[in-house]
């Protein structure tokens, strides 16, 4: 009898074990921290009727639902993540290279020339983009283009073996860094200025375990940045001071935002110890403001979060992949609500930023829409 | 639904087995009944009528079949199988004899016809099999029709077989389906519940990751594709197929068992087998039954001249490989084993009986790999050149990448396919899944199950799962 109540107990506790997902989805008992990264949300809003049934929308659209919030839908990516990541396997987007180096995909894609759009498609941007040049200068603005280091191609010794580097191409990042000095178009080669340097500074310019640049490698690209617009300008502008520098066994900013994304419950130890930094931020106001406008990826976010635009006039825009814009004062809008020539006009610096992977479209648009609208 | 789902499993199983457990025993049947059709209806809303209509019709058929003799009593099972094989050759095989009709059309130089593309219905292949089990038990007066509408149809659309088998025949079930009592105890609910978890674990920890590996090699183009990663990729998709299928199976029979429902073994351990009529005697073993039971020996089975026993053989095989699919690489897999069976009544098995019984079973193995490229090519042309990629040595460069947890999970599935050749490992299955004399074993096992599906459910809530950095354009 013992017996037999033991094993109605097993088995109840067993099914119970069953609900327990969905009713802790119920309660406020237990409140997982969300999970990192930008993705899809499933759709919570669909109705139920004869057609959504039998077309097995409602259905389809139910279990996204149901499984993204069942209560340990956040531990189960958590558990699963850490399990192949111990197992040593690759992530989609995310690549565990060499001693744990994190990269981007894109950007080992965009190193071995795997993404190259072909000399002709370069040479014509190259063209516009001389074109852009010269009507702004006839205009009284100052146009040039930034190329941001590609983790990828620095510390290519880490890609893994499985991606044949050795059987590397060249792609548009080799292509357009000839273009563009082809053509007379003022080019910052932050990629080529990092391979120079690395090698003969104590900080590491970057983290293993972030995609974009470290917050030193940032840093000093954004005082770079700031001397160069001062020079365009031809008057002095507001710099931050470095007050301290120092390792860190705490990552900051994007030191470890491709190691965010893998949702690990087990922080991953970086190769190198994180760069941290104190600064002074002054505005004085009689020194000048510059218009700047710019335009590129995801690599000017370090530069902005520095504070970095609050020395530039209020007219400052980033547009972040050529679709939104956003502003000093935090605000942002959609490109489509601007007026893309008079926004172009009324700034007298206007550059582009990009990394190796995006270099495929370079400007995303800009150039075309800004020519078009000149004419 | 399947049961690799979050939603079966975190709603819509513990539902029913609470129900279940809770339900007078007069119910249960009527409540599995409920159960299961919801179940069909969530995956195929559409097709539940279709199923329900055919269900009406074959227990009529059976009824009729019940009640006549003589000529009528053949005629009305040829209007049943006839019945039964349209309706699976329309919705399974239409669009595979259309597009090969149209392909005719084209190399004769003649204008495609254009038709509506058929839907499969899900689980077709196998609520089929069992209308027509159903019909043949009921003429070969086997087993009695069932009385009520309900049990039959409870038979058809009993949810742990329904979308994937094991084929239950109609006489294995029948007397289960009308008093299960004794079976329905606690002892088979513990150990349902563990077979269920083990199918789970082997079908999301095993055969997925290995299925992962197979995909990608069998994505690569063939100027990529070089001799050790087509070797990686045929040996990944041995053992996804093996594990896939026998997980499902084993969740099959463990949720049936909970109910009370005995279901036959589908698997045991078939890549020990030392040929490959041995081979067809341990993988798919409910498939095999229904070919012997109801096609090949209703043939003439062995009972007849060698020449034909062999086209016998030859025939029901390329059968079952259609069965399998409506493609010319399931046609010719299935005539590749039929192929061996007759070579190894012709000679194989008395050549090789002399060479010990490892290497009989690599060789075996080695034509049961071979024959899963074609099972698993999408074309005759991909499976040669698979083929061709396998057994000429060729280099070539390919991001083909294989980590630790997939050695890990590899070694770990040729592990537990080879554990029969270990002494008593051939009845490990027997020793697990038999009631225990100890509650200790039962306390062991349901701790296992626990861990078992919660480590599933977490492979399978985060599959899908692809966060980037930031909002991407």
Same mark, same amino acid.
């Given at each position: ?14 099914? %119970? ?24 949300? &499933? ?126 191409? &060249? ?49 000093? %690209? ?67 403001? &510059? ?65 190796? &992977? ?18 | ?107 004769? !130089? ?189 043939? !003439? ?9 062999? /086209? ?34 012709? /000679? ?55 980590? !630790? ?9 040729v592990l537990f396919s080879f554990i029969a050749l270990v002494p008593k490992g051939d009845v490990l299955p027997e020793r697990l899944y038999a009631p225990y004399t100890k509650s200790w074993k039962y306390a062991f096992s349901s701790l296992t199950a626990l861990v078992l599906i919660l480590l599933s459910g977490a492979f399978i809530t985060a599959s899908g799962f692809n966060p980037f950095i930031y909002f991407k354009f």
């Amino acid at each position: 009898m013992q017996g037999r109540f033991f094993k109605y107990l097993l088995f109840v506790l067993l099914v %119970c074990a069953f609900w327990v997902p969905s009713l802790l989805r119920h309660s406020s008992f237990m409140k997982e921290a969300p999970l990192k990264g930008y993705f899809e949300v &499933p759709d919570s809003t669909f109705g139920l009727n004869d057609s959504l049934w039998l077309n097995g929308i409602f259905q389809d659209k139910y279990e996204k639902w149901y499984n993204y919030n069942l209560a340990l839908h956040r531990a189960g990516v958590r558990i699963s993540n850490q399990i192949n990541f111990w197992g040593g396997e690759q992530f989609p987007g995310v690549v565990v290279g060499k001693e744990n180096e994190l990269m981007e995909r894109a950007y080992i894609d965009a190193y071995l020339g795997k993404d190259f759009i072909g000399t002709d498609s370069i040479e014509k941007e190259c063209t516009r983009i001389r074109s852009l040049q010269d009507s702004l200068a006839r205009r009284g603005i100052r146009f040039f283009i930034v190329i941001a280091r590609n983790k990828s191609r620095i510390r290519s010794s880490h890609i893994p073996d499985f991606f044949h580097p050795e059987a590397r191409k &060249p792609g548009n990042y080799d292509y357009y860094v000839e273009g563009l000095n082809k053509h007379g178009i003022a080019v910052i080669n932050f990629e080529k200025w990092f391979e120079l340097i690395q090698d003969t500074i104590r900080y590491p310019l970057y983290g293993s375990l972030g995609v974009h640049w470290g917050n030193y490698g940032a840093w000093l %690209c954004s005082d770079s940045l700031l001397n160069y617009i001062e020079r365009m300008a031809g008057k002095r502008i507001n710099h931050p001071k470095l007050t301290r520098l120092f390792f860190s066994d705490t990552a900051l900013s994007t030191d470890y935002d491709l190691a965010n994304i893998l949702n690990l419950p087990l922080k991953i130890r970086p190769r190198e110890k994180y760069v941290g930094f104190q600064y002074d931020f002054v505005q004085d106001s009689s020194k000048f403001f &510059p218009d700047v406008m710019v335009i590129g990826d995801s690599y000017y976010w370090n530069i902005m979060n520095f504070g970095v635009p609050k020395l530039f006039s209020k007219k400052f825009r980033y547009l972040y992949y050529n679709a939104i814009a956003y502003y000093n004062d935090g605000s942002e809008k959609p490109i489509e609500q601007l007026n893309v020539k008079e926004e172009a006009l009324s700034e007298k610096i206007i550059f582009f930023l990009y990394t190796e &992977p995006n270099l495929h479209n370079l400007g995303n648009g800009f150039t075309e829409k800004v020519l078009s609208a000149l004419k | 639904m399947v049961f690799s789902s979050s939603i079966f499993l975190f709603s819509f199983l513990p539902v029913f087995l609470t129900a279940y457990f809770l339900i007078r025993p007069d119910l249960k049947n009527t409540f599995t009944l409920l159960a299961s059709v919801f179940f069909f209806a969530w995956g195929a809303p559409r097709f539940v009528f279709m199923l329900s209509a055919a269900v009406a019709i074959d227990f009529f058929i059976a009824q009729l079949i019940d009640q006549n003799e003589g000529r009528k009593r053949k005629l009305l099972l040829a209007v049943g199988v006839a019945f039964n094989t349209s309706v699976l050759l329309y919705f399974k095989y239409f669009n595979f004899f259309a597009d090969n009709f149209n392909q005719l059309l084209e190399f004769a !130089g003649i204008k495609e016809i254009s038709f509506t593309k058929v839907i499969l219905p899900i689980g077709i292949s196998f609520f089929v099999f069992h209308e027509l089990s159903y019909i043949l038990d009921v003429y070969r007066k086997v087993k009695p029709p069932m009385k009520n509408i309900a049990d039959y149809a409870l038979y058809i659309f009993l949810f742990p077989q329904l979308i994937a088998g094991p084929i239950i025949r109609f006489n294995e079930i029948a007397d289960q389906i009308q008093n299960r009592k004794f079976q329905d105890n606690i002892d088979n609910r513990l150990i349902g519940i563990f077979r269920f978890a083990i199918g789970l674990a082997k079908k999301v920890l095993i055969a997925n990751t290995l299925g992962a590996m197979a995909d990608k090699v069998f994505q690569l183009p063939y100027d990529a594709l070089d001799t050790s990663s087509a070797w990686m990729g045929a040996l990944c998709y041995t053992f996804q197929i093996y594990f896939d299928f026998s997980g499902y199976s084993d969740m099959a029979i463990g949720l049936a068992r909970t109910m009370g429902f005995i279901f036959p073994e589908n698997f045991h351990f078939p890549y020990i087998s030392q040929s490959i009529t041995e081979f067809w005697r341990r993988w798919h073993m409910s498939l095999s039954r229904w070919m012997r039971d109801y096609l090949y020996i209703p043939l !003439g089975g062995n009972k007849v001249s060698v020449p034909r026993m062999y /086209f016998n053989l030859c025939f029901v095989f390329l059968i079952s490989g259609f069965w399998h699919g409506a493609q010319w690489t399931f046609i010719l897999w299935g005539g590749y084993h039929g192929l061996f069976l007759v070579l190894d009544r012709l /000679f194989l098995i008395k050549l090789t009986h002399h060479i010990g019984k490892i290497p009989r079973i690599v060789f075996t193995f080695s034509i049961v790999v071979t024959g899963w490229v074609f099972f698993r090519s999408n074309t005759l042309g991909q499976a040669f050149q698979f083929l061709k990629r396998m057994f000429i040595p060729h280099t070539a460069v390919n991001d083909v990448y294989i980590s !630790g947890k997939l050695i890990f999970v590899f070694l770990f599935a040729v592990l537990f396919s080879f554990i029969a050749l270990v002494p008593k490992g051939d009845v490990l299955p027997e020793r697990l899944y038999a009631p225990y004399t100890k509650s200790w074993k039962y306390a062991f096992s349901s701790l296992t199950a626990l861990v078992l599906i919660l480590l599933s459910g977490a492979f399978i809530t985060a599959s899908g799962f692809n966060p980037f950095i930031y909002f991407k354009f």
